[in-house]
């Protein structure tokens, strides 16, 4: 009756993918909604038509600069959730530029994105002084400062930089041609930020592998005491390692503003810094599935949005996909540990 | 503003950080155990929506409630489960369902959002509610603040007064040596966490069924980070705890009051409010500007202000056990 357990072990990791479709599944049918026409708008949505890519792939651009960034600040065991705040703050800060700074057009646009990140380096840091100088948790005080930069955000939009003909509160006027970035084919795409974010993923994985900086923060990760008898000193390390994420995090925000819209928006992230926390999750932290569940999940959530459009579902079902998936992934993926609890708890049912 | 004024606004006050109040005490039960729930944000958001629905489709308030501490215990046990089976990052997995249940909540709520609703009735308690000033505050609210109150008392005086409680307490501070005891630690870690679990679905229903009655997306966003901070400002005690919800809720009411008499200050100044303090708050309990404060004090003041500043979390929380 039951699977050999070899068998069992190689078709573990599929499970919980399809656990969680099933889930949606349900869902969808309780909505009285047919499955198959929605996962196939869902696809449609993501790859459909070359447009559509595009799109996937210009919303993974502040995801997987994000994620590298937390693999760096997870590898030095910080919890960076205040990641969605650095990319706001990224956003606010290149748009200040856009919006006030008028230069030659070679200088313009790298400008912008040097603010970007500086505007996020500076939010992590501050979460990170928060954590070494006032003991105040990373969690905690991420949470805070995310939504002091959406408030700030919104603050910004109806206030100072409202548009001339009166507030929308829905974003500021659109920047001058000059100060977006070019876009590839009338897309959100562009090709220039794409390169950013896999330089930037590559810059993050030569560093965690073959650097004396990767070491310390993994010395760090795994144990605070023995990395400072080691000689790391702590603090300084875990301020970098926030900073250099922010930096990443923050040129995300910056890519926001200058090609995905036009504009600093009310939800300029809408929840990229959290998603990123998935994506980083589901990889379990290792480098070479990291971009590739960064575009999964930028699949899945364009097509969530399409399907929104075309059938009235909230695009959350995207998001309790790849909730669940990640859930699953989190409890069940490694297939020896499982084993051994469900073992260990039947040895102790019998003696 | 004269004293009636006062009074109906601290009345209302405590209405408002009832909610807060019983997650606050469910979380201080779960850590107390040495099982961090972080997961309350989407926990309260989901419960919010389940109490909702099941009141409104049933008709039954007690139902709603009920439907509420169910998802909220489900939260919970899949967090110890997670950690105390499989050996699961607990705050990972925390987090994952805080997403998740926010996810779900907005999915689910979808044909529910603004509809009206039945909600917890006015329960004026007789002969107490006459007293002066106390009376209107305390005793002119519903079945929901007297829960609150009684759950404060409750848990301080289970915790820290019984025989239970000083096992619940030693398998969140010392498992090893409460398992060599013969405390079954496993087996209270998953009881507590998720009868914390249940009463933080209680608190959810608190908001859809009486404080913030209904739903639409994003009901109680944020309102579960702010308990679980609070619960680190209450130094893990239920009494400390409330007084910070409580407390919570007075500056956002004055916020609010502010925000009536000085229009001109940006909406947004005041909405920023909570979490300044949640920062402000957390440095000031973290110890590091507890300690020289500490010691400047005149020395009669110094024990109490301990008491009020100082609280270090259990020592094995969210720790993994090794008992076998």
């Avoid at chain 1, 840091?125 to 070494?132: D, E, M, N, P």
């Avoid at chain 2, 509809?115 to 004026?124: F, I, N, R």
Wanted: proline content about 4%.
């Amino acid at each position: 009756m039951s699977l050999s357990k070899t068998r069992l072990e190689r078709v573990w990791p599929l499970l919980p993918g399809l656990a969680a479709l099933l889930v949606t599944t349900l869902l969808l049918l309780a909505m009285g909604t047919s499955p198959v026409d929605a996962y196939s708008a869902m696809w449609q949505g993501a790859f459909g038509t070359s447009a559509r890519v595009y799109s996937v792939l210009a919303f993974l651009v502040p995801l997987l600069l994000a994620a590298s960034g937390l693999l760096l600040t997870f590898k030095a065991g910080l919890w960076n959730i205040g990641i969605e705040g650095q990319i706001i703050m990224g956003a606010v800060a290149a748009s200040w530029v856009a919006l006030r700074v008028q230069l030659p057009s070679g200088l313009q646009i790298p400008l912008e994105l040097l603010a970007a990140m500086a505007g996020g380096a500076l939010w992590a840091a501050l979460a990170g002084v928060l954590k070494t100088r006032g003991g105040v948790h990373e969690i905690f005080g991420g949470l805070a400062l995310n939504n002091l930069a959406i408030l700030f955000t919104n603050y910004l939009i109806a206030g100072p930089w409202q548009p001339p003909e009166g507030g929308s509160f829905r974003g500021t006027q659109p920047f001058g041609a000059h100060a977006l970035l070019p876009l590839f084919e009338n897309s959100r795409l562009s090709l220039l930020s794409l390169a950013l974010a896999i330089v930037a993923f590559a810059g993050v994985a030569l560093v965690l592998t073959n650097s004396h900086w990767g070491l310390r923060l993994k010395a760090l990760g795994q144990n605070a005491r023995s990395a400072f008898l080691l000689g790391v000193s702590s603090n300084r390390e875990m301020l970098l390692a926030m900073a250099v994420c922010g930096a990443l995090a923050g040129l995300g925000g910056g890519v926001r503003v200058l090609s995905w819209f036009d504009s600093l928006r009310q939800s300029i992230s809408g929840g990229i810094g959290y998603l990123a926390l998935m994506v980083v999750l589901l990889a379990g932290f290792r480098l070479v599935l990291t971009p590739l569940v960064a575009f999964f999940f930028s699949a899945v959530l364009n097509g969530s949005i399409t399907l929104q459009l075309r059938t009235q579902l909230h695009s959350a079902l995207g998001d309790i996909l790849t909730g669940v998936l990640v859930l699953l992934v989190l409890l069940f993926g490694n297939y020896e540990r499982v084993r051994r609890a469900f073992r260990r708890r039947r040895s102790q049912a019998d003696g | 503003m004269d004293s009636t004024q006062l009074i109906a606004i601290f009345g209302s006050i405590l209405l408002q950080s009832a909610p807060l109040i019983i997650a606050v005490c469910g979380e201080t039960i779960s850590e107390r155990a040495g099982v961090i729930n972080l997961s309350l944000d989407g926990s309260l958001l989901l419960s919010a929506l389940a109490g909702f629905a099941a009141a409104l489709l049933t008709g039954s308030l007690l139902l709603g409630f009920l439907a509420a501490a169910a998802v909220g215990a489900v939260f919970a046990l899949i967090v110890a489960f997670g950690s105390l089976h499989l050996r699961q990052n607990q705050v990972a997995i925390g987090f994952v369902l805080a997403m998740l249940g926010d996810s779900l909540s907005a999915f689910l709520g979808q044909n529910y959002t603004r509809l009206p609703g039945p909600s917890v009735p006015a329960w004026h308690i007789p002969l107490l509610k006459d007293i002066p000033v106390l009376g209107p505050i305390l005793f002119r609210q519903d079945a929901v603040v007297y829960f609150a109150l009684l759950l404060v008392g409750a848990t301080w005086w289970f915790l820290f007064r019984t025989r239970a409680g000083l096992e619940l307490r030693s398998a969140g501070e010392r498992p090893e040596a409460a398992f060599t005891r013969g405390v079954a630690v496993r087996k209270l870690r998953y009881i507590y966490a998720v009868l914390g679990g249940a009463l933080v679905g209680i608190a959810g229903a608190a908001y859809s069924l009486d404080v913030k009655i209904g739903w639409a997306e994003g009901h109680t966003r944020g309102m579960g980070w702010i308990a679980l901070a609070i619960v680190i400002f209450g130094g893990w005690s239920p009494l400390r705890g409330a007084l910070g919800a409580v407390l919570f809720g007075a500056t956002k009411a004055l916020a609010t009051v502010l925000q009536r008499s000085f229009p001109q200050v940006a909406l947004v100044a005041f909405n920023a409010v909570p979490w300044l303090l949640m920062i402000l708050v957390l440095v000031l309990v973290s110890g590091r500007l507890a300690a020289p404060l500490l010691a400047r004090a005149p020395a009669a003041l110094r024990r109490p202000l301990r008491g009020l500043l100082q609280a270090a979390p259990p020592a094995a929380l969210g720790q993994p056990l090794d008992d076998n």
